[in-house]
Structures are given as C-alpha cells and as structure tokens.
C-alpha cells in the first residue's frame, strides 16, 4: 500500500512510500529515522496524534517532526 | 481549538493553493539543441577536410567532432534527469490537502485566524517558557500573496516580554519579527514551497519552544539584562563592555584606558597616578619607592616621583661639584701666551 511520509527532520522529505500491509506506526518510524528515540518526535498520521502500534492504512499521511529545533541568531 | 466557518477555510485554502509555487523544475532542451548545432557544424568541417584527403586536419576536426558529441550527449542526459525526477504528486498540495491542513491547524494551535481581507493566514501559540523565562504567546503570520518569498512569515509577540536591552528582540531567535530558522532552516522551505502549511507551522512552533543558549539574538541569562559591575546600571547590548583585566561587565561609562599600556579596565583594576591623575592599570602603576604613592610610568624617574627626586640629598663628586658650581679658576701667572700644541716644537727667537 502506498502513503504518504513526512521526515521534517534535517533538510525535510516528503514523498508517497510503498508499505507491507499492516506496518504500524513505530515500524515505519525505525525505517525511517532509525536511530532516534520516537519520543524525541511529534508523530502524527492525517495530522492527529496516534499510538505507535496502531497500523496504517492505505493514502495515510504520516509525519515526523522533531521537538527540539534549535534556531540561530 | 478554533471555530471558524468551513467557508472562510474553503475561501483562504484556494488563495492559498493558487498561490503555491510552482511544483518542480521543467526540463530546458535548448542547450542541448545548442550543443547539436555545433556538432553539425564541426562534422561539416570532417566532410570538408575528409574529401580532401588532409589526414592531418582529419584528426584534429575529429577529435573537436568527438568532443561535440560528447557535449550533446551530457546535456541530453541532464534533461532527460529532470524529466524522470517530475512528480507533481509530492511537488504541490492539493486544495484538499490545503484544506485539510487549515482544519487541522485549528485542533492542533489554540487559535487559527484567517484575514480574508488582509490575505493573512495565522496560527497563535501556547505561551512559551524558556529556562523559566516566560515569553508568552506568539503569533505566526504567514502573507498569502508572498509564500514563494523568502520572507514569507513573521513572528508576533502577543503578549511582549522583550529583551531588556534590545525590545525588537521578543524571543531569543526572533528579532525585529524574523524567526531565525537555524536547524529548521531547510525542512522549514521545503514546507512552504509544497504547500504543506501544517508542517510549517508546527516546524516554526517547535523552534520557538526550543531555546539554542550558544546561538540567541540575547541569551535568556541576560534577558531581563544586565548590571553594570561598577555602577549598577541596567546596560543596553550597545553599552556592554568588559575588564581587561577581570573581565566583569561595566558600561562604556565606567570603563577608562590605562595612560601606559591603553587597555581598558574597572574601577577595581585600576588607580589614579598621584601626580597626573590619568588612569592607569594594576599592572602599570609603580610605587615610589621614596614616598610610596603609585604613579604612572611617566611620572616616575629612577622609581622616584619628582617631588622625591626634589628631596634627594646631593651625591655628585668635589669635582664635579666644583665644575658645576663655580667658574673657571684663572691660568697661573707665568703661563704662556700661546703655550705649545701636540705637533708643534719652539723655536727659538
């Protein structure tokens, strides 16, 4: 199934992904940023908060934004 | 959360769609069209030359032919790159995924205001703490007409607690209303050039929420300012100095260079010379080592101020004495006129 993911991380990704059916939440988050702590993220699907094992569905758009973004002077 | 009407929502989501940038870049085949031309025009020099049996010149427009194509062939290929990279589906959102942006901004912000006539779209944010300093809320306003401008957005304080040196600052990275970006810099741009309005505020929120110590237009250690060490002033940014020497912060004010070496130093670092009054520094100032009182280099002889030196009893030789004190003692009487020089020998009369 195809969706949508979000990476605002670093320089920032968005393209359509395709996913085995019934891949949840904190699966297609280890693909993606691995590496990191999900609680380090604000992860929502559709723009709502969700729980990492919920699984996603076909057209779902998923985002990864991290909560800590340090700007500059 | 905000309860605005679908309709006015409906209303800013096609402003906002209509003026997206455009999607992605378009290939241009005119320099390779160029690059064709002018290999034509170099195989029509191998034709000349061949027909005329000039095996020299045969090499050389060969090797220029070879050169040629391999330039049609680079700019073809560059093309045909960006040919294969269009996806319009990632490139622009569509006026759904505006729309559903624009509701859920106002679940996800306290407050989502659209200003249809000042083609304003904005967001207002919790009130944010750094480090216990409260700034309160801030509002993020983005021109509907300018979101393939650079300065697309700016940040509003709602409920200002600026810099005490510097109002225009009203959070650590934001100055005269311009967020900046630092690590979000990139993921920031790539949002508002897809139209993804969602991400953008959010992306925006978490820089505000998020405080860089090493990077701040005022750091939040001096937010409510700071003192000066000698006075006690509240300084301003363009009024701070520093002690050469101890590095406290004073004012311009209560700074003063040392007449000796012409650094700058506090009124703790630094004394008066006794006899000029100019300032001079710790490491400047001598005592006198008749009277003890601390002067400036200048002012001192042979580690003496003058009015020791003044006060110096006299220890020249008799000699000395004599030639400086009295005059010239008169010749003896039966001295000659002209009496004999080195070189020269009397002659008798």
């Known amino acids: 199934m195809k969706i949508l993911v979000i990476n605002n991380d670093g320089g920032g990704f968005a393209d359509y992904v395709e996913v085995a059916e019934g891949t949840t939440v904190k699966q297609l988050f280890d693909r993606q940023v691995g590496g990191s702590k999900p609680q380090n993220y604000l992860i929502r699907v559709n723009r709502l908060p969700v729980s990492a094992e919920q699984a996603l569905q076909d057209g779902d758009r998923i985002s990864f934004t991290p909560v800590k973004i340090e700007g500059a002077a | 959360m905000t309860m605005l009407s679908l309709r006015t929502m409906v209303r800013m989501a096609v402003r906002l769609q209509s003026r997206l940038p455009p999607s992605t870049e378009f290939p241009d085949f005119s320099p390779a069209i160029a690059a064709w031309q002018q290999l034509l025009q170099a195989n029509a020099r191998l034709e000349f030359v061949r027909q005329r049996a000039w095996p020299t010149a045969q090499l050389s427009v060969t090797s220029e032919v070879a050169r040629a194509a391999s330039l049609v062939r680079l700019r073809l290929e560059d093309e045909l790159n960006i040919c294969k990279a269009i996806k319009p589906a990632r490139a622009t959102a569509t006026l759904r995924d505006v729309l559903a942006d624009l509701q859920a901004l106002g679940r996800e912000f306290p407050e989502l205001r659209i200003d249809l006539r000042l083609n304003q779209l904005s967001v207002v944010t919790e009130p944010i703490n750094l480090e216990e300093v409260p700034l309160g809320r801030f509002e993020i306003v983005v021109r509907c007409d300018q979101l393939d401008e650079y300065r697309a957005y700016h940040v509003m304080a709602l409920d200002p607690s600026p810099a005490a040196s510097n109002s225009d600052t009203i959070h650590p990275h934001v100055q005269d209303g311009i967020l900046c970006e630092g690590e979000g810099h990139h993921a920031i741009r790539a949002a508002l050039s897809q139209g993804r309005l969602w991400d953008f505020f959010v992306l925006v929120r978490q820089v505000l929420q998020t405080y860089n110590g090493s990077s701040a237009f005022v750091s939040l250690e001096r937010w409510h300012g700071s ?7 509240l300084m301003s940014d363009d009024d701070i100095t520093s002690c050469e020497r101890c590095d406290s912060q004073i004012c311009l004010d209560c700074s003063a260079s040392c007449e000796d070496c012409g650094h700058s130093y506090c009124s703790e670092c630094r004394g008066l010379c006794h006899n000029c009054d100019q300032y001079v520094c710790m490491a400047c100032s001598r005592a006198c080592t008749g009277c003890d009182h601390h002067f400036c280099q200048s002012c001192l002889q042979a580690g003496r101020c003058a009015a020791c030196v003044e006060d ?7 000699d000395e004495h004599q030639d400086l004190a009295s ?23």
């Not at chain 2, 003192?227 to 002033?233: A, E, H, Q």
């Not at chain 2, 110096?312 to 008799?318: A, H, I, T, V």
């Not at chain 2, 005059?327 to 002659?347: N, S, W, Y």
Request: hydrophobic content about 30%.
């Open chain 2, 227 to 233: 003192d000066c060490g000698d006075c006690g002033d």
């Open chain 2, 327 to 349: 005059p010239e003692a008169p010749p003896p009487a039966d001295a000659a006129i002209q009496p004999l020089r080195l070189g020269e020998v009397a002659v008798p009369a």
């Open chain 2, 312 to 318: 110096l009893p006299p220890e020249n030789s008799p």
